[in-house]
């Protein structure tokens, strides 16, 4: 067993049940049903990691936990790709980096993808910089794993059911083992 999975599940159990940012459903809960989104899409193993661990930023940023409502971005994002690093490679940890950017370049590219988000996810869009510009839109498509993160962007947007029956975490410690950098099994 991995000391970082174990890590990990801690923080997951640990902070996790925190309300999930004006949502229906907890930090975990949410997480969850995005990577049941993933797998029920046959994802690979790296993309439904990513699905699972795409929030993980809100369990270790240092900011306070009611910052949103204060009009400050966490950058969540930035803090789970970072942390996670220590354990995953890019395949895992770019998607999650570019997940809030994938809200923005969706809203730019399809206008209607603003009607797809929930009132916490909207007023968390403004936060994070609205609508990405033409231009930003078309240097994010540009990136690598741009596509992967729009796609967890979108099992994202339906990860928010009250009472969502999911697969536990343990249930995913095999898969996160298995995309684990070679120096952390």
Known sequence: MSIVIDEIA?????????????EQVSIAE???????????????SALTVVALLHDFGHLVH?????????????????????WLSRAFGPDVTEPIRLHVA????LCA???TYLDVLSPASVHSLMLQGGP??????????????????????????IGKVAGE????????RPLLESCLRPTHT
Not at 12 to 17: A, L, M, P, R, V
């Open 30 to 44: 949410h997480m969850l049903q995005t990577a049941q989104a993933a797998e029920r899409a046959r994802a690979s």
């Open 62 to 82: 240092v900011m306070a936990d009611d910052s949103a409502d204060h009009g400050v971005d966490t950058v969540h994002e930035q803090a789970g790709a970072e």
């Open 10 to 22: 801690t923080l997951f159990h640990d902070k996790g049940n925190q309300a999930y940012l004006g």
């Open 109 to 111: 590219k399809y206008p």
């Open 102 to 105: 994938a809200k923005r370049y």
């Open 132 to 157: 990405f510009s033409a231009d930003n839109a078309a240097a994010f498509a540009a990136l690598p794993h741009a596509a992967e993160a729009v796609q967890v962007r979108r099992w994202d947007d």
């Open 165 to 172: 029956p999911t697969p536990s975490f343990d249930d995913y």
